[in-house]
T-cell receptor, first 115, second 112 residues
Framework: NAGVMQNPRHLVRRRGQEARLRCSPM?????VYWYRQLPEEGLKFMVY????????ESGMPKERFSAEFPKEGPSILRIQQVVRGDSAAYFC?????????????FGPGTRLTVL | QQQVKQSPQSLIVQKGGISIINCAYE??????FPWYQQFPGKGPALLIA?????SEKKEGRFTISFNKSAKQFSLHIMDSQPGDSATYFC???????????FGSGTKLNVKP
C-alpha cells in the first residue's frame, strides 16, 4: 500500500510564475490536508479538502493560493505569481474516509524555491 | 498567537542518555496530542500520541508525559541512539476539527 505521494519533490520557479503541487492520498483516503513549513519552523495548516469540497481553508492566504481535490486525480495546490516568501516545503497529508482514528499520514513534501 | 510552544529548539545528547522535549498548549479544547519525527528531506511520521484522559503513555523507548492542569506535555526518549537524530514536532488537535497545530520543532543530535 503506497503512502502519500507528492510531486514534484523539488520545484524551482521565478518570481511571477505559477507553481502547481500535486498530492495523491493513500489508497482509500478521501481527506487531504496541506501544510506549509518554512525553514527552521513547524508546519502550518493551510487547507483541508474532501473530494470536490473545501472543508476548511482558514490557513490559506486569501490571494494567489488555491486548492482543489477533484473527483478523479490528485489534489492540487496552486500558487499564482509566486514571490520569494513562498519558498518553503509544502506537505500534504491524508486520512481515511470515516470511522477511523483520523490520524494524518504525511507525504515527503514538495520543496519550492522561488528565485 | 502560537497555539503550541515547543522547547528546546535544539538538543544534544550522548548515546544512551535521555532526551526530553517539552510542549505547552493554550487551547483547553485540544484532545489529541501526537509527536512526529522528521528526518531531513522527509515528511513527518507519527511517533507516539496521547489523549488527555491519561497522564503517561509508553511505547518502547518513547514516553509521553501529560499534565492537563499545566497544559503541558513532553516526550522522553530513553537510551537515545544516533539513529534518533532527527527533528521532533509536537502537535495538538481538537477531534471536531481536523487541522493540527504544530510546535516549532526540536532538532535532536545524539552523539555516538
Amino acid at each position: 500500500n503506497a503512502g502519500v505521494m507528492q510531486n514534484p519533490r523539488h520545484l524551482v520557479r521565478r518570481r511571477g510564475q505559477e507553481a502547481r503541487l500535486r498530492c495523491s492520498p493513500m489508497k482509500g483516503h478521501s481527506h487531504v490536508y496541506w501544510y506549509r513549513q518554512l525553514p527552521e519552523e513547524g508546519l502550518k495548516f493551510m487547507v483541508y479538502l474532501q473530494k470536490e469540497n473545501i472543508i476548511d481553508e482558514s490557513g490559506m492566504p486569501k490571494e494567489r493560493f488555491s486548492a482543489e481535490f477533484p473527483k478523479e486525480g490528485p489534489s492540487i495546490l496552486r500558487i499564482q505569481q509566486v514571490v520569494r516568501g513562498d519558498s518553503a516545503a509544502y506537505f500534504c497529508a491524508s486520512s481515511p474516509r470515516q470511522g477511523a482514528s483520523k490520524e494524518q499520514f504525511f507525504g515527503p513534501g514538495t520543496r519550492l524555491t522561488v528565485l | 498567537q502560537q497555539q503550541v510552544k515547543q522547547s528546546p529548539q535544539s538538543l544534544i545528547v550522548q548515546k544512551g542518555g535521555i532526551s526530553i522535549i517539552n510542549c505547552a498548549y493554550e487551547n483547553t479544547a485540544f484532545d489529541y496530542f501526537p509527536w512526529y519525527q522528521q528526518f531531513p528531506g522527509k515528511g513527518p511520521a507519527l511517533l507516539i500520541a496521547i489523549r488527555p484522559d491519561v497522564s503517561e503513555k509508553k511505547e518502547g523507548r518513547f514516553t509521553i508525559s501529560f499534565n492537563k492542569s499545566a497544559k503541558q506535555f513532553s516526550l522522553h526518549i530513553m537510551d537515545s541512539q544516533p539513529g534518533d537524530s532527527a527533528t521532533y514536532f509536537c502537535a495538538a488537535r481538537n477531534d471536531n476539527f481536523n487541522k493540527f497545530y504544530f510546535g516549532s520543532g526540536t532538532k535532536l543530535n545524539v552523539k555516538p
